[in-house]
């Protein structure tokens, strides 16, 4: 039966050896013409013709002296259809099929056909004329999807014609010079592709082309194009307190995103250090427990679709802070007064409510004990249950309203001696004062005694 009764397709014939290898024999210049030698008749459908391939099948001969057949094809070229030269060359009068797939999509060949003995050609055939097919088409029909969350999907009507084994998915992006291969979807009935990982906001074209069984690719589908989707709006009006006892609050503007699903807050020790989620929320206000005091972290927000996209967040970022604590008071006396210490200090905050006295005592060589004497609402401490040979050391811690206390205040030192007792004298009895007269002075007549030199002594 007939080539073209058993195949239905070019495949079959691709099968069939074309020409033979280098050594084959080629015609000669000053070959005899032997007019007796058979000729090539194609048979009534005596040529196939492909895009990529050209096939021929001519009558048998049985003529004992015919070794081969001379091939000539005139291949055009860009100014003329060119000349009929020889080709390649069969060696065997027993073949009645070849197979040329050096040929191209929408292009005129000619071909003739001369058999060859020993030592003669015979004549030349008639010239075969043959137009090769055109490129096969792309699908019909082609279509996208467009604002998918960082995915682009294309469809398309799958291609009627049966010998398609599969579709080259080609993508292009507004920045690319050429368009790329991304992906080959085997089987003629697929008619769709999902490509992902894109980024958000972005324009994408994608065409296609079938590829045939006997690998002939098509010409290009139709162009469409895919805008994937944007991010959600960034969050804004982001706040965080520094004034709250063991906690920040952080609050922000509600997102406007109509697909709006949840807020993440994210939290770092440093404005550029590595920001952890430690919230998934559906309300813009948050409270951050923190057990320390002045204790700060820096937080950004963002919002996320109902598709997972996430807005840019990592541009804003704000500083929270616990409450600190309260400035330390500052000791401004503390000495010994009889049998008790008197300790003085200065307000440094205005925060501070109250004070806790910390007093530590050392006797001798020994260490003694710590004892705390808390709620003072005064500036002042007395401490009368002292020791004597002992060491005291006083430090001031302030309290505020919310309990926080300050750092302790530079310590205080006061050195008991051996002996504290202060003896008092006994209490004298208070008696009647009595009224002293003086005594009478009696005056005498006074003698005036003259001197040594006024003496008579004549008479003694």
């Not at 994937?228 to 709006?233: D, E, R, V, W």
């Not at 598709?307 to 929270?320: A, H, M, R």
């Not at 309260?326 to 409510?353: F, G, M, Q």
Request: glycine share 4%.
């Amino acid at each position: 039966m007939k080539l073209w009764i058993l195949s239905s397709s070019l495949t079959a014939l691709l099968l069939v050896l074309s020409a033979c290898n280098g050594l084959a024999p080629s015609p000669k210049e000053d070959t005899t013409v032997d007019a007796t030698l058979p000729k090539i008749v194609l048979t009534k459908h005596g040529k196939i013709v492909g895009m990529k391939s050209v096939a021929f099948e001519w009558k048998s001969f049985h003529d004992p002296r015919v070794e081969g057949i001379y091939v000539y094809k005139q291949t055009p070229n860009k100014k003329n259809m060119g000349e009929l030269k020889y080709f390649t060359t069969i060696e065997s009068r027993f073949k009645t099929h070849y197979v040329d797939t050096t040929v191209e999509p929408d292009t005129r060949y000619t071909y003739a056909f001369r058999t060859f003995s020993k030592d003669a050609e015979g004549v030349i055939s008639k010239s075969i004329v043959i137009n090769t097919l055109p490129v096969l088409e792309s699908v019909s029909w082609i279509d996208s999807i467009t604002g998918l969350p960082r995915v682009a999907k294309i469809i398309w009507r799958p291609h009627s014609n049966e010998k398609v084994k599969s579709y080259i998915i080609e993508r292009k992006t507004l920045e690319d010079e050429k368009w790329q291969k991304i992906a080959t979807i085997k089987g003629r009935l697929n008619a769709e592709f999902v490509d992902d990982d894109l980024k958000d906001n972005s324009v994408y074209m994608y065409r296609v082309r079938v590829l045939t069984y006997d690998n002939i690719l098509s010409t290009p589908s139709q162009i469409v194009k895919v805008v994937t989707k944007a991010l959600p709006i960034s969050i804004t009006g982001i706040k965080a307190t520094t004034t709250l006892p063991k906690e920040v609050k952080i609050t922000w503007n509600k997102s406007k995103q109509k697909d709006f699903k949840r807020y993440y807050l994210y939290r770092s020790a440093t404005i550029d250090g590595g920001y952890k989620i430690i919230a998934k929320l559906y309300n813009n206000k948050f409270v951050d427990k923190i057990d320390q005091d002045g204790k700060s972290f820096f937080y950004r927000v963002s919002a996320v679709d109902k598709d997972g996209l996430e807005s840019i967040y990592d541009k804003n970022s704000i500083q929270g802070m616990t409450l600190s604590k309260p400035n330390a008071p500052a000791i401004v006396e503390a000495k010994l007064i009889k049998n008790r210490v008197e300790l003085h200090w200065s307000k440094t905050d205005p925060r501070s409510k109250e004070y806790i006295v910390v007093r530590e005592h050392k006797k001798g060589w020994f260490t003694g004990d710590t004892e705390t004497f808390p709620k003072i609402k005064s500036t002042t401490f007395i401490d009368e249950s002292i020791e004597s040979d002992s060491t005291y050391s006083y430090s001031v811690i302030a309290v505020d309203k919310h309990g926080i206390e300050s750092e302790a205040s530079s310590a205080a030192v006061v050195v008991i001696p051996e002996s504290t007792e202060i003896v008092k004298a006994p209490k004298v009895k208070e008696e009647k004062e009595e009224r002293v007269v003086a005594p009478v002075v009696v005056k005498e007549k006074q003698k005036t005694i003259k001197s040594s030199d006024d003496l008579d002594l004549s008479g003694l």
